[in-house]
């Protein structure tokens, strides 16, 4: 009931607000007898970590984890294992002149509105620096499942109205924006770089797709994997909208061509196309399962803009502070993080229900 | 825990399938002292119900709602309220020839993967007819939240390519597509009596508008309202698509564009735009809250397709039975209702958190 | 987060008051494939039936369950249970004439104060008619657990300070207080019969005992198992203590007393002793779980009490209507029942998670 | 569904091992606005300290807390608030010797059973340590309570068959044992040390009382108050029995008897005795609530015993190490934590439903 966890059977538990002392995860339900060691955890992190270029903000974090519980001798034990990362490079005098103006797009009203006191530091806990305990939480997750050869890969797919179009997955670590299309690479990054020199942020989009998953997860009626896949991405700042497959364009097709036939593929079924985005009935289908998601510019600007202070008096706000002026490409390894740790909370819950086959 | 369950303080647990006995509901937390007659509950279902025109499944329900449970001298009095609707126009033999096929488009193959059992009549509890539960406990949800003036309006936005452009509410219920466009909706209804009659189906969209709502709705940082939303809608058969506010055309936003700037309305803290609809860092702003879902064709067309039977032999299936062309009208209620339900669950969940105003 | 229910893979959701429409369950969680008459679970709706013999109360209920949803062709399909039992012979005009006083050692004033309403007839919510929700979905939960070859037996150990000594199983079923001691059955019955006459009533308790239970139930640190099954014991109406084992008598032991110590029976790890019930660390033992549960004296007493109404007045109540003198005999059913649903709930928690061995 | 959490709406979530790197807890529904050090923390965690006095164990362990989160300027936020305590009197090697046998009455067994791995260092997941967590979790909760007028009080009221009769509060914290009783205190001092110096160990009983706790808290029908506290109850190490009220004893008593009349006592209606513990139909009346838990003598006993190891191989063991003869003193605050959790998770439910008054 925890509104800071996700997750059913497999549990993340998130804590950390971004001037604080650290960000933190416990994880729950982790199966015994996994390997793990803090450098798998480590590498994720890293790509997530400010800093990475100059499109990203210039906050220097090494983000540094301790795995503070639930490991033996690099192996899980069954017992919750808490992840601890420490914040650093804090600057919260930069907040200190607006911390009693709402910034435009930010949360600082609504959290107001909602406890009737802020943590102003940083954006305190709806800061971006959240995800650290859910992309930390996703390496365990995607650690395990790969055991299962279920990968997931994440990419931008557009940023700032530019599209990625060759799909070759090889490219996307090698890029500051994390595109499969390297022509396009270079295109957004422009594009980010000019908008940044105006002051101003870019929006854009993230396909992340599954690879290796059973048929067979996800749970009728509420549970369905896509409704808690939805929820999982949702749940991250800045995301404004979810597709599955084909998504919006589904609204002008019609069923004859929308329908995924079915064909035998040597022993196993499949479907010819995959409109449906790899779930039917919220239910895997064994299919790649596809989503997009579509991301907000950052808030933070430094064009100036009219708001409001928490006394209620009209003003005009410039956001200082280091920010990025698009979040598309650090929000990647985040998006596969919310997806991975969905999937593993399914397969687990499987585990108990499954049917003979 | 409950996959057949939604909402964490506000919650319904819904059981039943298209051919069994009766579709049912069972909903707790529901405050005490609410007046609540079976006719709140019946004007919402009567909405849901099949056969109310040309373009609907011709499947004859009353749809007669029962208050089992919870309710005393027409009050609530915070026990649990169970809700019962018995089915009554089964054709199951319709089903019957088709058993060992998996429908395309259909839930029939992953059913079968997931439980290694599949209740073939009509759909079992894949059914769209399971909505009925939804929209029995979405009326509850309404009612209460009218006591705090919230209310909850769904319409069709868009189906078989066609956009509703003038948005005067009070049409909506006036036409069989539920659109407030009415010289769209007589397009719209030629466009699903097409498909109809070529044995095919159509897509579209819905939009649901939240008025009322006061902000500090939400909870972050899993739980967002947005989040929350997300879970409650794609949990929804049909549902392949959310967004909220400017949702997908964001990606191609710049910051200063997209941010909503705060000014005062009398006593009120009010934003000029909505582009964010209704919802920053996760918790309402007290603007409307709105987002639009996309809808696939029905899976359920008469046109030949390939597909593969039980024991793995390719074959040919025409899905015969009573079915809809196009389920975006009928899923108007159904939106409205998941939105009500989470709507009253994050008001509730509010009342023990908030901080002092 | 359902107050009303239980489990948490496994959930029972029940609903329904004492004069209400009827009773309810709902139950998620049920592996598919699994055989289930309405008669599996009649039969122990019978044995918690009232009327079975003089010392119960006189209210004739049939209580004839329907299955709702969730079987096909009599076999489970993995989608959720709801059963469905009518009230009958209610007489409310019992109540009427203290509608509107607290009756001693009752739930009246207790649930006013929490709801601020009352549903007076017969108890309302508080009944222990209620526990025919409990007894129906322990039903399921046995027969799942049966072919794990795990059985649950309860049985009166005391009734009126009597004790039952000889520990015959196979006479549970066959007097008319459930207890294993035939001798001692005859002086129980006298004693309720005693109690029944000055209008009074009396306190007993009760023995359960799991056999069969495999080594590595139970989840640490809070979900240990004897920590579930004592929430699930004291939700019961009128269990006041719980005791594992040796219970109670441990605070008079020493630890080399107490151990149980570990030697090999064939290829099993078994305990010579079992002080400690069954349960180390939370986690079964693979020997029989045995628990003991102290049941109060019913509260409905025809003997005058002092008492106040809900304007505040102090008043003499003397509790008109049918009652049990003695409900532990009738507890019985309604203890295994509880106990089943837990084990079954651990018994699939474990399948996610558990090590190789 | 975390079986590391507890807790419905103000939840609990423990990690951390005995010989690991930290012990920990995350609280999440923390109300925000209230004042809070870590001093207010740091004073229960020194009650529960190891090394205070020489009838405890001797490892030496400055607990100190960290508070990670949730709280700014010493106000809560509503955020999580993560709590944190490094482990540093670490003697690993005192276990090595015996980390392939199963120590009697530990959970050695059962959790290799369970996960297939075990941390066996100092009892790892299993050992009592963890209580920290708890106790720090406690202390949280009972701040806010006190703002209520909600406070707890734990004592030993029974310690190697030895009862304690004087019931002055004022003397508990006077002495080792924590008793009201110093006479019997003594007594108490010298069981244990006598048992101690054997090689053996004893058990007890302790008793809780919340006073002030308003009526209508706890949630039918399976949420009863009495029956989530003896969850959080029995879910500590070492306890074997829960009683409510006068217990066990009412198994020996009548309906005439057991009852507790209501009566006026100014404005506020209440009951003559308190036979019930302060709970009716599982909701507090408004008087004190009172539990008696029975706790088991220690496993750790330096007594020679018969065991296997996990080859399975019979063998004998000697425990070595550092432990407590006697538990009961150090887990009264660790009684009281987990009654204040529990306590204030149903206040802050009630918050949403409660009736008008």
């Known amino acids: 009931m925890s509104a800071n966890s996700f997750g059913r059977v ?35 992190l890293d790509r997530r970590r400010p800093g990475q270029s100059k499109i990203t903000t210039q906050r220097k974090e090494s983000d540094k984890v301790e795995i503070l519980s639930g490991v033996f001798q ?17 600057r919260s005098q930069d907040y200190e002149s607006f911390k009693h103006l709402y910034r435009p797009g930010h949360a600082d009203y609504t959290y107001e509105k909602k406890y009737g006191i802020r943590d102003w530091r940083g954006g305190g806990r709806a800061s971006g ?47 500051d924006v994390r ?39 996800g ?18 700042g800045g995301v ?41 009935g919220g239910i895997s289908t064994g299919e790649d399962i596809i989503m997009r998601v579509a991301i907000r ?13 928490s006394k209620g008096q009209e003003s005009k706000i410039e956001v200082k502070g280091r920010h990025d002026p698009c979040i598309v490409p650090r929000v990647v390894p985040v998006i596969e993080a919310m997806v991975a740790i969905t999937i593993l909370d399914c397969l687990l819950f499987q585990k108990m229900y499954k049917g003979e086959e």
Chains 1, 2, 3, 4 share one sequence.
């Open 10 to 44: 497999f549990t993340v538990t998130s804590f950390g607000e971004s001037h604080g002392n650290a960000m933190g995860v416990v994880l729950d339900g982790v199966p015994p007898g996994i390997t793990l060691h803090a450098l798998d955890i480590q590498k994720e």
């Open 74 to 90: 690099n192996i899980t034990t069954g017992s919750p294992i808490a992840l601890l990362v420490r914040n650093s490079d804090i």
């Open 129 to 175: 620096r959240e995800t650290v305990a859910r992309v930390a939480a996703g390496a365990v997750a995607k650690k395990i499942l790969l055991i299962e050869k279920i990968t997931i890969t994440g990419f931008s797919i557009e940023i700032a109205g530019i599209k990625a179009e060759k799909m070759d997955y090889t490219n996307i670590e090698k890029n």
């Open 179 to 217: 595109t499969p299309d390297t022509e396009k690479a270079e295109l957004m990054v422009r594009a980010i770089d000019k908008a940044r020199q105006s002051g101003d942020s870019v929006g854009g989009a993230v396909q992340a797709v599954v690879r290796g998953c059973p048929p067979g997860l």
């Open 219 to 236: 749970d009728p009626v509420f549970d369905k994997l896509d409704a808690l896949l939805s929820h999982a991405l949702m749940s991250i």
């Open 240 to 280: 404004k909208g979810i597709e599955f497959g084909c998504g919006f364009s589904c609204t002008k097709m019609r069923g004859s061509m929308y329908n995924d036939p079915f064909y035998k593929d040597g022993e196993r079924i499949r479907t010819r196309t995959n409109n449906c985005g790899g779930i039917l």
């Open 297 to 309: 510019p950052p808030a933070s600007i430094l064009v100036s803009q009219d708001t409001v202070d």
